[in-house]
């Protein structure tokens, strides 16, 4: 009798759990509305809304290169399996076209369709969560005026039981922390606003925070560096690798412009964000750099040394070319490194010519890539280059690939970081890596400096071994 009474609670405790699950994961509809029966919006709405799309540079996410903006299916690899991007123009069949304003704060908000199903977190409503109620009509009423496109994504290609959309609500209930902003009344009001634009609808932390094992950001771990479309997304904190410390004027003319001359050029995701970032007013991008400068925080003595001593070396004049002379010849093992003739032969030309970015190789010794811990983003320049923009000027690099074999590949990027990473231990499985990243396994996004992208991920043939 007590087995049995013992077991019964067990069963009525699953029943309590069990239902107290499905009214936590279950959503109402929203109903539907025509877009025939909104009122018109007015054009300084859509106007600011283009602005707040830009900052959350959502047409990249949305968007398959060559198809119609906004309209959905591009590929999201992630460590769980693939996600579609959904198509939100205001088609009424495919798109978000039925969807009122409520539909479209919830999504936002809370990560809820208008039909009452829970949001990959692919879609990173745990940033958009901290967007205003105000900003959010803007940003719908910018979406609502787009051409409507009738275009249906690919299913999601997720195992079970991640195919299961109610699963998130768990998901959430460890993770998603909702909630509008809340500006700190200890920081300027510039602060406070680029706080709310990075954090916001911008949401660098989504690429730039790593992420655990169940894909929830690492909060302990804010702006540590992450990974997005098979690149590294590097740390925007006090780890910062780059060998000049970042400041405020260095991050705000890099998000306006798309490069900086002691830091490098934008690729990659990050040249879709500093692209869609010009249609900025240049009050929020200042703000976007205070905000980001302020978690990097003051370098150390000797970092702050070292990087005047690579100005000095490396910076450029008012005739805006670079001052420092071609590096002595290497000397002892450094010379007879099996890399060191490609390097001659293949990188030298430009990238110690004395021409600064964007027009000209950065030298190595200012770059992140090098001094980084992963060789994922030098790997992937050196296979796939940097094509050239559409229509003007841009930063360019032949692409290596077809030219050189993984070996080659990896014996180069081998000697760059002994050579120019400051005594920085070598780089572990290099030509895997390499390998693995030409193979077309391992997807990688290959954009130009303006951040369309021209390619597909598996850039090149593979290279006689």
């Given at each position: 009798m007590r087995a049995i009474r013992v077991l019964s609670t067990i069963i009525t405790l699953f029943i309590i759990l069990g239902l107290a699950f499905f009214f936590l994961a279950w959503n109402s509809e929203i109903a539907p509305q025509k877009?025939?029966?909104?009122?018109?919006?007015?054009?300084?709405?859509?106007?600011?809304?283009?602005?707040?799309?830009?900052?959350?540079?959502?047409?990249?996410?949305?968007?398959?290169?060559?198809?119609?903006?906004?309209?959905?299916?591009l590929k999201l690899p992630t460590p769980f399996g693939t996600i579609y991007s959904t198509n939100i123009t205001p088609d009424e069949e495919t798109g978000i076209g039925l969807w009122n304003e409520a539909a479209f704060q919830r999504a936002m908000r809370h990560g809820v369709d208008r039909q009452g199903e829970h949001l990959y977190p692919a879609f990173p409503y745990?940033?958009?969560?901290?967007?205003?109620?105000?900003?959010?009509?803007?940003?719908?009423?910018?979406?609502?005026?787009?051409?409507?496109?009738?275009?249906?994504?690919?299913?999601n290609e997720l195992p079970f039981p991640l195919d299961v959309r109610p699963i998130l609500a768990g998901w959430k209930l460890l993770f998603f922390d909702d909630g509008a902003f809340t500006p700190d009344p200890q920081q300027s009001d510039e602060w406070n606003r680029g706080a709310y634009l990075a954090e916001g609808l911008g949401h660098c932390g989504a690429c730039h925070?790593?992420?655990n094992s169940l894909g929830a950001e690492d909060k302990?771990?804010?702006?540590?560096?992450?990974?997005?479309?098979?690149?590294?997304?590097y740390a925007i904190n006090a780890d910062s690798r780059a060998p000049i410390p970042w400041d405020k004027d260095a991050i705000a003319f890099y998000l306006r412009h798309g490069y900086h001359e002691l830091h490098g050029v934008s690729r990659g995701p990050m040249a879709e964000v500093t692209g869609n970032l010009a249609a900025l007013p240049d009050a929020d991008v200042e703000a976007i750099a205070t905000y980001v400068a302020s978690g990097m925080g003051e370098p150390s003595a000797d970092r702050a040394a070292k990087g005047e001593e690579l100005k000095k070396q490396f910076g450029s004049e008012a005739d805006g070319i670079v001052t420092a002379a071609v590096d002595a010849e290497p000397s002892g093992n450094l010379a007879s490194h099996p890399g060191a003739q490609i390097y001659t032969a293949a990188c030298a030309s430009c990238h110690e010519a004395g021409k600064?970015?964007?027009?000209?190789?950065?030298?190595?010794?200012?770059?992140?890539?090098?001094?980084?811990?992963?060789?994922?983003?030098?790997?992937?320049?050196?296979l796939f280059g940097l094509p050239p923009a559409d229509g003007q000027a841009s930063a360019v690099m032949p692409a290596f690939g077809g030219a050189l074999n993984d070996q080659q590949v990896a014996d180069l990027l081998g000697y760059l970081r002994q050579r120019f990473a400051d005594g920085k231990p070598a780089?572990?499985?290099?030509?895997?890596?390499?390998?693995?990243?030409?193979?077309?396994?391992?997807?990688?996004?290959?954009?130009?400096?303006?951040?369309?992208?021209?390619?597909?991920?598996?850039?090149?043939?593979?290279?006689?071994?």
């Open positions: 877009v025939a029966d909104r009122q018109p919006f007015d054009p300084a709405l859509v106007a600011h809304g283009a602005s707040l799309a830009a900052v959350g540079n959502c047409i990249a996410c949305h968007t398959v290169p060559g198809k119609q903006a906004f309209s959905g299916g745990d940033h958009f969560t901290r967007v205003t109620d105000a900003d959010n009509k803007a940003l719908y009423a910018y979406l609502m005026t787009r051409t409507p496109v009738k275009a249906t994504a690919p299913k925070t790593p992420r302990a771990k804010h702006f540590a560096g992450g990974e997005a479309e098979g690149w590294q997304a600064k970015p964007p027009f000209g190789g950065m030298n190595f010794h200012l770059s992140t890539a090098v001094n980084a811990p992963n060789p994922q983003n030098i790997i992937n320049v050196t780089w572990a499985d290099l030509p895997q890596q390499v390998s693995r990243t030409r193979s077309g396994d391992y997807f990688v996004a290959v954009r130009p400096s303006e951040g369309i992208e021209r390619a597909p991920s598996n850039v090149g043939a593979k290279a006689a071994q």
